[in-house]
Each structure stands twice: as structure tokens, then as C-alpha cells.
């Protein structure tokens, strides 16, 4: 599975961004996909994740209510919308694909990664 993010930009305080990663291949129904982001100077972190069906999903404690994760299995893409952006948002947004039906946080279940794009909240 390739994946391509896209949707990154520059967006004051308290707008909305939505991030979009395509991916190839025929099984992208058979992943649970997530987004992750990585701070400058700071480690990757889990931010949400869907299950390959769609109907489930799971988000980091700071980003609910605020972002909403989900799939078009028909467009093999998933997207992540993003409103009321703060500026402790700014990061490079992955998304993953992890070789399971089990959504999961862990870093180290995903199996494949987007080249990432930069998301800088002013404030």
C-alpha cells in the first residue's frame, strides 16, 4: 500500500483544515487507517484512527470534538477534518495503514506510511 497525504496549509487560529491520503492498491478496505503528527523537536503521536469498516473510531484525548477521521472505502482514501485549530496543532500530519481490523494508537502496528504534510496553526 502507497499512501499520499495532502491538505496541509497555513490557517490562523480557530479555522478548519482537511487533510486527505490516498491510497493504492485493491485490499485498502482491509486496514484501519490512522493519522498521526509529529511536533518540531518532538516525537510522533497518535491523533485518531478508523476501522476498516468506517463505523469505529478512536481519537486522542486533546483533538475530540474538534477533528473527525473518516474513510471513503469506494475512493480508497480517508480524511481527517480538522476545526477549531489551535496552534499547539502545528505539526507534519502522517497517515498510516495498519494490516488489521483493530483500530489501535501504537505507532508500531502501523504497517505503511504517507509522506506527511506540514499543518502550521497562527495565532
Known amino acids: 500500500v502507497q499512501l499520499q497525504a495532502s491538505g496541509g496549509g497555513l490557517v490562523q487560529a480557530g479555522g478548519s483544515l482537511r487533510l486527505s491520503c490516498a491510497a493504492s492498491?485493491?485490499?485498502?478496505?482491509?486496514?484501519?487507517m490512522g493519522w498521526f503528527r509529529q511536533a518540531p523537536g518532538k516525537e510522533r503521536k497518535f491523533v485518531a484512527a478508523?476501522?476498516?469498516?468506517?463505523?469505529?473510531?478512536i481519537y486522542v484525548d486533546s483533538v475530540k470534538g474538534r477533528f473527525t477521521i473518516s474513510r471513503d472505502n469506494a475512493k480508497n482514501t480517508v480524511y481527517l477534518q480538522m476545526n477549531n485549530l489551535k496552534p499547539e496543532d502545528t505539526a507534519v500530519y502522517y497517515c498510516a495503514a495498519d494490516y488489521s481490523y483493530i483500530m489501535t494508537g501504537d505507532i508500531w502496528e502501523y504497517d505503511y506510511w504517507g509522506q506527511g504534510t506540514q499543518v502550521t496553526v497562527s495565532s
Open positions: 492498491g485493491r485490499t485498502f478496505s482491509s486496514y484501519a
Open positions: 478508523v476501522s476498516w469498516g468506517g463505523d469505529s473510531t
